[in-house]
Structures are given as structure tokens and as C-alpha cells.
């Protein structure tokens, strides 16, 4: 082989290397443009549209509707029965709009890439290291709010927050603690107890501290009987609480739980101290660890001697799937990261708490942190 052959030759092997990752990115972009203005939906489900018809009702340019559906066409995203039409295959109709894959390619979008693209800024500023300080956190950057914490940005991009607490929703079913912990613990103690642990019928249950609408809450009630709705509360943010009690109101699933506003990085309000259990569900891996200590040290100052600070957390093991080492770096964007059972051990001891239990469940990642004063 000639010098120039060789030189030729290993220009393709690169560009064949990196041009996987560019056509990736290519696909990805055209499919959330093609979400976003709903050209899947105007696809008829059988049979195929002409690109001038797909044109006119989604008032899309023509000649831009063909170069990208030339490419989904290419990539078998997309049918194609004759030159100027497209049909859908099994691949596109997930993303429909109403579709879950539809929602999930949107929220990497706004959640992965924004943040991703500012990441070479970023690392050059701050280093290359994990976010430490909540309020300067690539999400930040990526979204033009460079001090602001994830809620901080929730709070400036109202589209974004719809999103978050959407996909917040949709994952509640994934984590049940039905099978994996047995709150049977707490029935005696329920019937003789009062704030702070005495006895008497008023003391709290359960506060889901960040629950948002109680989703989790509503499952515990409904698999314990002895766990009254009127002994439980979530504790969130003014915004979350707000939203969580018109919600409730308006469909009456959540009669007599508390809906309390505040913060767990302050101390916790009266109405919520005292519980028998501080329940964190899928909440802290959201935060950098001084935040995560500062949290529990909150909880363990509003329990009570007998109270137990409950985590549902994924556990980060070795041999993890690509996938969730995938979400792992998702969530560092906004300054969250999954963390090991060990990882967790130490967080806890920094706030006067011990590891009293570990209950995993044998179908998925996630497990049951039980902590209790050290």
C-alpha cells in the first residue's frame, strides 16, 4: 500500500469510528424536532402520507420535511412505500406524542444534551471533577442559569419542572416498597403514640419528605391498614405542596394527608417533627453529599428517640448494566449521583446516623436504606 493509500485508509477508519457517534446524534436530533412539532402524530397509524400532505398539516417547509425524513428513512426509523411518502414502522410510533419513548427522548434532550454541550466549559472552570456545591451545576450552565441549584432552574423554566415532575410520576410504580419493607414495625407503636413518642393517638406516621403528590404515600396506606392517611404528610417545596393540594382537592385520593411546605436543608416546621418515619424516596441521589448530610441531620433533629429515617435508593454494584451507568452520569448534571450502599454508610455516620437495615429488591437496582440515630 502507497503512503497516500495509507493515509486514505486511516482517514476512513476514523471517520468510520467517529461517525457513528455523529449519525447518532444526527437521528437523535431530527427525532425530538420531529416530536416536538408532532410530525409523527400526523402519520397516518396504517398506510402512508406524502411529504407535501405531512408539510401542510404540520406547516413544516417541504423541502425540510424531506432531507429529514430522507434520514429516518435511511436509518429504518421510517418507512418509505414510494420516493415521496413515509409510513411508520414499529420504531416510530413510540414516538408519538403521548408515548412514553416520545417523553423520554424530550427529557434527555432538556435533562442530557443541554447540560452535555456545556461541559467542556464547565469542567474548565470548575475542573474535572463531581459538581460539590448545588448551585453551580452544568444544568445551570447549559440552560443559562449558571447559579442556580436544579430547583432554582425548575423554578425559571417552567417547562422543564413539567417535565421533571412527569417523569418523577411516571417512576413511582417502578420503586414499590410492596415485598421489599415491612412497616408491620410500626403498628404497636401507633397505637400508644403521641408527638415526640409518648402516648396518645396524634403522632405522625410517616413524612415523605420531597414526595410531591404522595404518590408513595398512597401505595404504603393502601398495602397497611393500620397506617391512617390522617397520620401521614408530605413535606416539600411551596411550589410542589401547592400543586400536590389543588391536585388532591380536586380528586380526593389523598383525603387527610398533610401537605406541609419547607425545605429539608433547614430545620423541619413543628407540624412534621416528632414522625415515627422520615421517608426519602429516590430524592437525596439528586443532591452533592454536603446537601445529603445536611438533610439527614435535619431528619434525625425532628425524629424522636424510635424514629427511623427510610431511603429508597438504586445501589450502584459492580457489573452495573450501560444503562443505569448511563443515568448515573444523567443525574451528575444537576449535581445528583447514584450512589454504593458503602457511599451511603458514610454520608449517614456524618450525620450522627447509622445503616440499621438494607432490604433490596431482587427485580431491580433499587433498595431500602433503613437509618437510625448512631
Known sequence: ???????????????????????NLIEFGIIKIFIDFKIFDNIPLDGAISIADLADKTGGQEQLLRRFADYLVASEVLAAPSVDEVAHTARSTSYRSTEL??????HVYQF??????AWSS????????????????????????????????LDAEPGLARLFNLAQERSAGIYSLKGVYDFAWMEEKL??????GGGGPTRLAIVDVGGGHGLALREIVADNPFIAPSRCAVFDLPKTVSAAREKAAASGIHEGVGFHPGTMLEAFPTRVRGALVYLFRRVLSDFVDKDIVMAL??????????????????LVKP???????????SVMNFGGKRRSEA??????????LEVSGVHEDAKSEFAVLELTPA
Open 1 to 23: 500500500m502507497t503512503a497516500p493509500d495509507e493515509r486514505a485508509s486511516s482517514v476512513r477508519q476514523a471517520l468510520e469510528s467517529a461517525g457513528a457517534h455523529y449519525m
Open 343 to 352: 457511599m451511603w454508610r458514610e454520608l449517614a455516620a456524618k450525620a450522627g
Open 122 to 153: 464547565y469542567f474548565e472552570t470548575h475542573g474535572l471533577a463531581e459538581p460539590s456545591d448545588a448551585r453551580s451545576i452544568p444544568l445551570g450552565l447549559g440552560t443559562g442559569h449558571p447559579d442556580l441549584d436544579l430547583y432554582g432552574v
Open 191 to 196: 397505637r400508644s403514640s403521641q408527638p415526640g
Open 319 to 329: 457489573g452495573r448494566a450501560k444503562f443505569a451507568i448511563a443515568q448515573d452520569i
Open 112 to 117: 442530557f444534551l443541554r447540560p452535555m454541550s
Open 297 to 314: 441531620e435535619q431528619a434525625r433533629a425532628a425524629g424522636a428517640a424510635d424514629t427511623r429515617i427510610v431511603l429508597v435508593e438504586e
Open 101 to 106: 419513548a416520545a417523553n423520554f427522548i424530550t
